[in-house]
């Protein structure tokens, strides 16, 4: 009888483990950077402190990118690299897209900026969070963002990601979608609306479970920057801020002693049943 009782509890014990915290969300828009600041500072402050740009992991604290320090040569009107903020500057990302490809807009100087390169009207559209770059996916919507140990190969999880995003017109298109190791979905959240051009939105999610985000798609807008397009709703992205990328919890098998002392459980309900029965 005790074993059983045991067996019981440690199965009520696995089931309230396996139930996940809800997600905390933190998201503001406003008509210049500093109607948002507060809520940035809030959800960085919630994932700790600015590690540097180095490869391996520190285990906590966050993370951020703001394009800024991006190289010429790999933003407008050139294309930036998928694995830049994991292979040359190390901050555990890779970035792809279904579209084209992806572009940091340019310094004033090398190039029209805030994607004046790709149309002349967008600097009236776009405003940057923290100066001067933005960043974009080209011929879509749809940025994926990968979580790895910075400077290595092997996949990792995030307990967090933000985004600041600039012009977003309409409710419930802009947003972030969160999905597990098993690329299950985790979650799609919305950044916040408001009319008019250079504006600027926040979206953050933290999991209160702990680090469990593989990968983040990011919907900016429903149109693709283009020659000629200044149709509602073209949005573009500015600071990335998420928690420390670090590897996934490994779940230790069971020990000798508790498969034996499930085994032992089990015959005894086995010899219950057999009296029962006669």
Do not use: H, K
């Amino acid at each position: 009888m005790t074993i059983s009782r045991m067996v019981f509890g440690a199965a009520l014990a696995c089931t309230a483990a396996s139930v996940q915290a809800l997600p905390v969300v933190l998201s503001a828009a406003g008509a210049n950077a500093a109607a948002i600041q507060g809520t940035v500072d809030a959800f960085r402050l919630s994932l700790g402190p600015l590690n540097a740009n180095v490869a391996g992991s520190f285990g906590s604290g966050r993370r951020e990118i703001n394009w800024d320090g991006v190289p010429n040569n790999f933003a407008a009107p050139n294309n930036l690299p998928g694995n830049f903020f994991n292979a040359n500057s190390p901050r555990g990302v890779e970035l792809s897209t279904p579209g084209s490809g992806l572009q940091v807009s340019a310094n004033a100087g090398v190039a029209p900026v805030e994607f004046g390169n790709i149309d002349a009207n967008y600097p009236d559209l776009f405003v940057p969070f923290s100066a001067q770059r933005l960043f974009t996916a080209l011929g879509s919507s749809i940025t994926d963002v990968r979580f790895f140990i910075p400077g290595s190969a092997s996949a990792a999880l995030t307990n967090g990601f933000g985004v600041v995003f600039s012009d977003v017109d309409l409710p419930s298109i802009t947003g972030i979608e969160f999905f597990d190791l098993a690329d299950q979905s985790l979650g799609q959240f919305f950044a916040p609306s408001i009319s008019g051009n250079e504006t600027l939105s926040f979206l953050g999610v933290r999991f209160n479970e702990g680090s469990v985000v593989a990968r983040a798609r990011i919907t900016s807008g429903n149109q693709v920057l283009a020659q000629g397009n200044t149709a509602t709703d073209l949005v573009v992205m500015d600071d990335f801020i998420y928690g420390e990328p670090v590897l996934p919890r490994v779940v230790p098998e069971p020990s000798t002693g508790l498969l034996l002392l499930l085994a032992m459980a089990a015959a005894v309900n086995v010899r219950r049943s057999r009296r029962s029965i006669s």
